[in-house]
């Protein structure tokens, strides 16, 4: 397709689970984010891949959060160990600036409930 | 730090009334100032933006004026539609960064 597409759309984990969160960007685009939006706020910042290379990782909240992008395109979010504070939307938007800022196209997300 | 505070949701207006949607942010930097819009089953999409004081961004009948000695960027429109029926993000990013920095979001209804 012509967008960002993630999946799956909607995940549920029981508590302990590992989950692995996929983002397949638009075609040649450059950068790639992951945000994480908690119901009823804005999504928050998580973290930032220039091709291959994560050159910003502060929003992760903690060690159980790992992201890549090995081949510069598709990235894979996952969450160890899931709690319930993890349950969120998460978002994955990608832009063809090196920069990203407000030229980036967002995904429909993942729906990520922790029971 | 940064951070974006909006006006609380949810907004609940008749069409063809007046939009005005508060925003208020603070800054370490000089910012970019944006207004995204998610409508129902979609994904953000950018709405405008402003990228220096005294800019109005503008979409779709929407508009929005960098304003820095109050350091506000409220959302207008003169006559909402039904089809504005969504919620909408104020944010910002520092000029040289690439994260975008959200509000919490204001839903919007407008009833027929």
């Known amino acids: 397709g012509a967008g960002v597409s993630q999946s799956p759309r909607y995940k549920v984990a029981k508590r302990g689970q590992d989950v692995a969160l996929r983002c397949d960007p638009i075609?040649?685009?450059?950068?790639l984010f992951w945000y994480q939006q908690a119901l009823g706020q804005g999504p928050e910042f998580l973290t930032y891949?220039?091709?291959?290379?994560?050159?910003?990782k502060s929003g992760l909240p903690s060690d159980r959060f790992f992201a890549e992008r090995p081949e510069g395109s598709v990235s894979t979010l996952k969450i160890q160990r899931t709690q319930q504070e993890d349950s969120a939307v998460y978002l994955c938007?990608?832009?063809?600036?090196?920069?990203?800022?407000?030229?980036?196209?967002f995904g429909q997300g993942t729906r990520l409930t922790v029971v | 730090g940064n951070s974006v505070t909006q006006m609380e949701g949810p907004v609940t207006l008749s069409e063809e009334a007046f939009l005005t949607i508060n925003c208020t942010y603070t800054?370490?930097?000089?910012?970019?100032l944006f207004w995204y819009v998610q409508y129902p089953g979609e994904g953000l999409q950018l709405l405008l933006k402003?990228?220096?004081?005294?800019d109005k961004g503008s979409n779709k009948g929407f508009e929005a004026t960098y304003r820095k000695e109050t350091t506000s960027f409220h959302l207008e429109k003169g006559s909402v539609q039904v089809s504005d029926s969504a919620v909408y993000f104020c944010?910002?990013?520092?000029?040289?960064?690439?994260?975008?920095?959200f509000g919490q979001g204001t839903r919007l209804t407008i009833n027929p």
């Open positions: 938007a990608s832009s063809f600036r090196r920069q990203g800022g407000t030229e980036a196209f």
């Open positions: 075609s040649g685009h450059v950068s």
């Open positions: 891949f220039q091709n291959e290379a994560q050159l910003d």
């Open positions: 800054a370490t930097g000089y910012p970019s």
């Open positions: 402003a990228t220096k004081a005294d």
């Open positions: 944010g910002l990013i520092i000029q040289g960064a690439q994260k975008l920095v």
